[in-house]
C-alpha cells in the first residue's frame, strides 16, 4: 500500500510530515487531505488566512497541493457611508 506524507503550512509556518499516511491510492490521499483541510480551516481561519496542505509520495515528490483561504476587504464606500449615517 502506497504512502503519502501530509505536509501542512500556515503562513510561513510549515509542519512537514515526517511519518505519513499508507492509503490505498492517490483519490485515497485526495481525499483525507482535503477532510485535513476542512478541519483545519475549521480551527486556523480567520486567525490564519491561508491554510494549505502538500502531498508527497513515498519518493517524497510531490503530487497534490490543496488550500482554503479567507480574504477580507474592506470597501471604502461602504465604510464612509456607514461613518456618515453615523454622524448624521
Do not use: N
Not at 18 to 23: K, N, V
Not at 74 to 86: G, S
Amino acid at each position: 500500500m502506497p504512502r503519502f506524507y501530509f505536509d501542512v503550512s500556515e503562513g510561513l509556518k510549515r509542519i512537514p510530515d515526517e511519518e505519513g499516511f499508507e492509503l490505498d491510492s492517490l483519490e485515497a490521499a485526495e481525499h483525507e487531505a482535503t477532510q485535513t483541510l476542512i478541519q483545519l480551516g475549521r480551527d486556523w481561519l480567520p486567525r490564519a488566512r491561508e491554510v494549505r496542505i502538500q502531498v508527497r509520495d513515498e519518493q517524497h515528490r510531490q503530487v497534490l497541493a490543496l488550500s482554503v483561504a479567507i480574504r477580507v476587504e474592506r470597501l471604502p464606500h461602504l465604510l464612509e457611508a456607514t461613518w456618515i449615517q453615523e454622524k448624521c
